[in-house]
């Protein structure tokens, strides 16, 4: 089992930044690629980023490229998200994910969630 936990949520104005981070207990996290994914109201979960068991590899959806960056520290057991230049369209429920293996596929079932942080953007 791994137990993941995000923080970092929160209510900002457009154009601001937060970084979120979601910490992971358990098992072994480099054993784990890693992913976040969001929820608004009223729509599906969607993907949103993706890294490798060691941060060699990313993955972002095409909407946030430029915007977001995931990042991993392997001896904290923490996976962060960096948003910048945030957007109204940016609310949601954020979730950290966990795979088990070396690459993050974002069509790929993810074996653990933690419980989501809400971010809100004001316009």
């Known amino acids: 089992q791994v137990q993941l936990v995000e923080s970092g949520g929160g209510l900002v104005q457009a154009g601001g930044s937060l970084r979120l981070s979601c910490a992971a207990s358990?098992?072994?996290?480099?054993?784990?690629?890693m992913g976040w994914f969001r929820q608004a109201p009223g729509k599906e979960r969607e993907f949103v980023a993706g890294?490798?068991?060691?941060?060699?590899?990313?993955d972002y959806e095409d909407s946030v490229k430029g915007r977001f960056t995931i990042s991993r520290d392997n001896t904290k057991n923490t996976v962060y998200l960096q948003i910048d230049s945030l957007k109204p369209e940016d609310t949601a429920v954020y979730y950290c994910?966990?795979?088990?293996?070396?690459?993050?596929?974002?069509?790929?079932?993810?074996?653990?969630w933690g419980q989501g942080t809400q971010v809100t953007v004001s316009s």
């Open positions: 358990g098992r072994t996290f480099s054993n784990y690629a």
């Open positions: 994910a966990a795979q088990i293996g070396a690459v993050f596929r974002r069509f790929n079932k993810s074996h653990y």
């Open positions: 890294i490798s068991w060691n941060g060699g590899n990313t």
